[in-house]
Each structure stands twice: as structure tokens, then as C-alpha cells.
């Protein structure tokens, strides 16, 4: 069945027929029990939602990611400012992860089951930005990847792209146990505090207040575009296209 959903991804994409091109999507799957998620009321946001709490008798969560293709990456990756091409990736993969979760729903409902899914962006609190439905950190316990120091998700095919999830009350199987919840190259490399155009993330931690004025400013630059508050420097380093191998962290390429 996972399989069946990553089809079903790869075929919205397709009938997309948008201009920004993807890599190969990564699905995984975690039991709607797993007690990682109780944890992310202690790493994500005190009121994260249990997947029992979108959906009553909930068996499994699944996520999935659209990684961003080499191009676009070394575009923005390049770019004095933010890309306009970056900026449009945004825009389209957020209206495909809405498209893609209402087909696997739809399938889901065909085989007699039930599904939910949380809007790809803007489910977060505007004060003090947390989600109550992080989707990155969904797609940690579904074993998807590890926390960079530039707070995201660092999976197999990088951290430069879009998550995506839902809940059902299907069983699938679970796909992997999650890893460290901090990737352990971040130690020896700093790429993403140095590139950082507001300084956001020095000294170790992460200034959201910061960081979420800059992507305001980015949406008011691209003011003819749909909501674009996106900036992307941080996940264009290293770990942008892959898991980056400890004796090439540090350097930039693809």
C-alpha cells in the first residue's frame, strides 16, 4: 500500500503539469500509537495534536516529502536574494501536497476506510509560531530523517522541499524506527548559521521572530505571486539534495 500512495503522489505530480520539478517523493509510515508523538508536545508545540485526535480510532500516520530537483536548489542556493523560481516551487508544491493527500484520501475512502489530512502551510499559531500539526515532525516519527541545525528535516534526499501527511484508520505497515531527532553532522558544520541573512540561527539556537520577518519581507518582494513567505539559504547547504556524508560536510554541491 505504501507503494500504491507513492504512485498516487507521483501521478498528481504529474497531472500538475506544474513548472517546478521534483525528485523521486519519499513516503514512510508510523502506527498511530507510537509514543514519539506524545513527545512532540515536548519538541514541537505543548498542544500537538495525537493522531487520535484528528482522527477517532486513527491507526496509522503516513508522510511524505517532495524533494526539489538540483536545479532549483542551486538556483536560489545562488541567488543574491531568494529566487523567483523558489518562490513559485513554494506556491506549487503546497497546492500539490493539498492535491495529492485529497486523492489518497479518496482512495482510502474507496477501500472503505477514513482519512484526514492538515493543510500543507499555515496551521501554525502567528503569535509565537508553533503548529499544532507539525508536518516535519510528523515525518520524523515516520522515520523520514533527522533535525538539522537550520531546523529541518534532513531525509535521504535532503531537506530542500516540501512535507506533506495525514491520519487513517487503515493499517500499514510501519516503514522505519525513527533516528537521532538531531542529525550528528550538524556538530561539525556551520553552513547554514553562516548563510543565514538575518542571523537567525547563531549561537545554536534559532531566532523565529527573526527568521519569520524575513519570510514576510520575501512574500511582500513577490507581491504578484499567491502567499510566498519563504527564503530557503538555509536549505540549500550541504544537506539540501541528500544526508550529507560525514567527510563532505561542511562543503557545498550536489
Known sequence: ?????????????????????FREPLTGCAPAEDPLFYRLREVAHPGHLLPGEMLPGARTVVSFFLPFNTKLV???????YVS????EAYVEANQ?????????????????????YEQPT???DSRHLLSTWSHKHIAYVCGLGSFGRNTMLITAGGCAGRFG?????AYLESSAQASALYHPVCERCDYCARICPVSALKDGGFDKAACYRRLLE???FYSDLPLTDVCGKCACGPCALRDPDPDTVGTVGA
Open 84 to 87: 523567483r523560481e523558489w518562490a
Open 165 to 169: 501527511s495525514l491520519v487513517t484508520d
Open 122 to 124: 499555515h496551521n501554525f
Open 218 to 220: 520575501v512574500n511582500d
Open 96 to 116: 500539490l501536497i493539498k492535491n495529492a493527500c485529497e486523492e489518497i484520501c479518496r482512495y482510502f475512502a474507496d477501500m472503505g476506510f477514513n482519512a484526514v
Open 1 to 21: 500500500m505504501k507503494q500504491t500512495i507513492t504512485d498516487i503522489i507521483n501521478e498528481t505530480i504529474h497531472k500538475s503539469r506544474c513548472r517546478t520539478q
Open 74 to 80: 542551486e538556483k536560489n542556493r545562488k541567488h543574491s
